[in-house]
């Protein structure tokens, strides 16, 4: 459980971010995971400089990423494609403030937004056990996919990144709590 | 006459241990439980290195694999990144009866791993990780990983104290 909530975690930390505030960096960016599982008293924590991220993807092999571009293709069963999520992100973005999608069943409430230069992802169970609470800045999506055709620019997303502050992901359910966030402490 | 072999005497064991010590010492310290033995082995690096270049190369190189090599210049960036980062704590994991902290600090990553009765200390240069680690090709020579213990001079690069109280540590000097 734990490795897989640090895995999810730390794919979710390259890719997405959003700031608390919008203060201009004044030093070295770092990313921050932190995983609890009290149950099990188990307490995880990585701190990476974002400059090492970005050094890791400008070397991965070409098969994998070539000049910081990921190439995804097609996707699920529904052959959802990154060009078709690039027109839908451009049809969005041009909306300015909305609810994009809201759900609510018995068991959750899923919430899909934008707010300012923000994009919403909030799902909370009613009792309030779980919830996730994804927040990601326009500026880094928009670098996502500045990229060509199936590709996504990753290192673009990256480079947006060292420039946000604050709290990217927040994970809460009855077993662990997961909080990625980026800083300029180490 | 007698003076000369006097000054001979004297001058060739301290041009020895000069070099010696210019080149660098590994000592490796074993400490036996209870009273047991201790063993103290000093291994010059200039006589390792040599040793090493008189072994065939096929029994010195180690081969990584297709895949070690494809990942090889992420490891060179990743360390080289690192190396100019700012120091601090990389990864912490804490759970029951197990503490591992891996820190890193100026040139040096530190491991730490507390596992009850048994603690396993390891300092690593970044530089010397990038000495040993193939710039081209995909493999790892021996003599090469005895140079570049070089960039480990006065680190006493693994410590463990054993659970059964033996203790076993690598310092070069």
Same mark, same amino acid.
């Given at each position: 459980m734990r490795v897989r909530t640090l895995g999810l975690a730390g794919a979710l930390a390259l890719v997405v971010a959003a700031p608390v505030r919008s203060e201009a960096p004044r030093g070295r960016a770092w990313v921050h995971v932190r995983v609890d599982e009290p149950n099990r008293q188990s307490k995880v924590s990585v701190n990476l400089p974002i400059s090492v991220v970005d050094a890791a993807l400008q070397a991965a092999p070409e098969d994998i990423m070539s000049n910081g571009h990921i190439h995804l293709g097609r996707m699920g069963k529904h052959e959802l494609s990154v060009s078709d999520l690039r027109k839908a992100w451009n049809e969005m973005k041009a909306? &300015?403030? =909305?609810?994009f999608a809201t759900v609510e069943d018995e068991d959750q409430k899923v919430r899909i937004a934008r707010a300012g230069n923000l994009m919403l992802i909030h799902v909370e169970k009613p009792n309030g056990t779980e919830s996730v609470r994804v927040e990601v800045p326009i500026e880094v999506v928009d670098a996502l996919f500045? &990229?060509? &055709?199936?590709?996504?620019n990753l290192r673009a997303g990256i480079a947006e990144l060292q420039k946000r502050r604050g709290d990217i992901v927040r994970v809460h359910d009855d077993h662990s709590t997961v909080r990625i966030w980026i800083d300029e402490g180490n | 006459m007698l003076k000369m072999v006097l000054i001979g005497a004297v001058a060739v064991p301290a041009i020895a241990a000069g070099s010696v010590a210019a080149t660098g010492v590994v000592v490796v310290d074993v400490k036996e439980p209870r009273g047991g033995h201790h063993f103290v082995v000093p291994v010059p690096l200039a006589l390792a290195q040599v040793a090493a270049a008189f072994v065939p190369e096929n029994k010195t190189r180690l081969h990584l694999g297709r895949d070690a090599e494809r990942y090889l210049p992420v490891a060179r960036q990743v360390l080289a990144a690192l190396a100019e980062a700012d120091d601090g704590e990389l990864v912490r994991v804490e759970e029951p009866g197990q503490k591992v902290t891996i820190r890193k600090e100026g040139d040096m990553v530190r491991v730490s791993v507390d596992d009850g009765d048994e603690h396993v200390k390891v300092q690593v240069p970044i530089s010397l990780a990038l000495a040993v680690l193939?710039?081209? &090709?995909?493999q790892v020579s021996a003599s090469q990983a005895v140079f570049a213990?070089?960039? =480990?001079?006065?680190?006493?690069?693994v410590n463990v104290q054993g659970r059964d109280g033996e203790q076993v540590s690598v310092t070069v000097y």
């Open positions: 909306t &300015g403030d =909305a609810e500045s &990229g060509q &055709g199936e590709e996504l | 193939p710039s081209a &090709g995909s213990l070089q960039h =480990a001079r006065l680190t006493e690069v």
